[in-house]
């Protein structure tokens, strides 16, 4: 080793502390992956494959939200958002999500944490011609992470959109 430093030992690896506002809902934090359907009176049914992945880096209330969808036959990508959802300690939850297709959402909700059950409404739906509301409902179901989103537009009532069931990797 003439002259030659030896590396230095990696540091153990600390585990994730969680901010007592994202404990709750720290179910949700890791890879989900499944497949989901959707439709709408103006738009033909489908058939999509799913990833969700939920982060938190331990020093703030918000856990990272990503999402990406691609067809089952081919791996063409179709859709992707991304956000920030903000728990509080009353139940109640922010979340904020930017959409590939350049739609923003700002919504509001709450959450049961016993019954592990998310419930979103739209406050503001930004940059969309036609969308002019969304809810979504998420809950764990036998260990899988299922989502229903209904959707309002200019010329429909508020309609179901998409559902999807996820497991956890």
Known sequence: MDGEKAAPAAAPATPLVLHPAVAPLSYLLGT???QGEGGYPTIN???YAEELHFSHSGNKPVIGYTQKTWKLGSGEPM???????????????????AQSTGLAEVQKGTYNAE??????QSEI??????VREIRRLFELVN??????VQMATNTTNLQPHLKASLKKL
């Open 32 to 34: 989900w992956i499944g």
């Open 45 to 47: 049914h489908f058939s």
């Open 79 to 97: 859709h992707a958002e991304s956000g920030y959802w903000r728990p509080k300690p009353d139940g109640t939850i922010e979340v904020v999500i």
């Open 115 to 120: 019954e592990k059950v998310i419930m979103l």
């Open 125 to 130: 739906v930004g940059n969309a011609s036609k």
């Open 143 to 148: 260990g899988d992470l299922r989502y229903e």
